[in-house]
């Protein structure tokens, strides 16, 4: 008779694994991602004087790029239905992956971009229960401008997105090389098995913990990296210049690209001002421009 002998073993061992994170370096100029808080999404009512009641509307974007900005953006967009906004944008760099995500979220959503700030009255993005614009028909009341605006590092990326992309004379656009972190982690797992027959098999995996090993980076883009940038820039209708000047300039420093630069690599399309976009003028046409939102007496009731 032929016996079966059953034995249960676990068997413990430690793997290091490797995570690569890519986000453009810290840009010298201007301010660094580090020193920037996360990008926060909201959607802003101009108030220019005399515009009321029907102004424009858009989404200001401002902060560092991280891999949790495309689901703020998708909430806000989710908020505002059918409703076409533009986006102001003010940031300067971080991660590359979510910058191209929330790139083409904008072209898929049709949303013009821009490079510009938000000056903000009554209530700020930060403030908890603010009360200050209730029966104003908006939460976030403010109006545009671009002096010491920037988007550098990732940030070019998202701008790319827009159907059309406004740059002036006053805001700083850069971009560099991209740094590529690698995370090392080191996992103890524990596998538990059953011998049958003088054969090992085995019943459960399962990772006890989980330890930092410590990272390290490089500053060259891969070959792999640098095809899903081509893919994406080609996509968007931008042309091969931006993706040669971002391995050409070093992670430690920024190439500022000029105006006629932007234009021929087709990353902007305009050269105007913010302004083109959401200044109150864009109301006064026939028919007003998409942006814009007639507050009636009922809405203010209901925003009170």
């Known amino acids: 008779m032929v016996h079966s002998h059953r034995l249960l073993g676990l068997i413990s061992a430690l793997f290091l694994i490797f995570h690569a994170n890519a986000a453009f370096a810290v840009a010298k100029k201007p301010v660094g991602p580090e020193d920037s808080p996360q990008m926060r999404f909201v959607v802003v009512r101009s108030s220019a004087p005399g515009c009321e009641p029907t102004c424009p509307e858009w989404i200001s974007a401002e902060g560092t790029i991280n891999a949790n900005s495309p689901q703020l953006l998708k909430n806000l967009l989710k908020t505002l239905g059918r409703r076409r906004l533009p986006i102001v944008i003010d940031s300067p760099g971080g991660d590359v992956s ?145 993706l040669q000047t971002i391995k050409n300039t070093p992670a430690s420093s920024i190439h500022q690209l000029v105006p006629d630069s932007m234009l021929r690599m087709h990353l902007v399309t305009s050269l105007d001002s913010v302004d083109l976009l959401i200044g109150a003028p864009v109301c006064k046409t026939v028919p007003a421009a998409a942006n814009c939102r007639v507050v009636t007496v009922s809405d203010l009731k209901e925003d009170h």
């Open 98 to 242: 979510a910058a191209i995500a929330m790139g083409r979220m904008i072209r898929q959503n049709r949303l013009d971009a821009a490079v510009g700030r938000t000056w903000f009255f009554g209530c700020q993005p930060d403030a908890k229960d603010c009360k200050a614009n209730d029966g104003k028909g908006a939460r976030y009341i403010g109006i545009p401008y671009e002096l010491g605006s920037y988007c550098a590092s990732a940030c070019p990326l998202m701008l790319a997105g827009g159907v059309r992309r406004l740059v002036g004379p006053q805001p700083y656009l850069g971009v560099h090389q991209i740094t590529t972190t690698f995370v090392r982690t080191r996992l103890l797992y524990r596998t538990t098995y059953r011998v049958v027959r003088g054969k090992k098999r085995i019943i459960d995996t399962k990772i006890v913990s989980r330890k930092n090993a410590g990272s390290y980076k490089t500053y060259e883009m891969d070959e792999a990296l640098e095809k899903k940038l081509a893919a994406y820039l080609t996509e968007m209708g931008v042309g091969e210049g931006v």
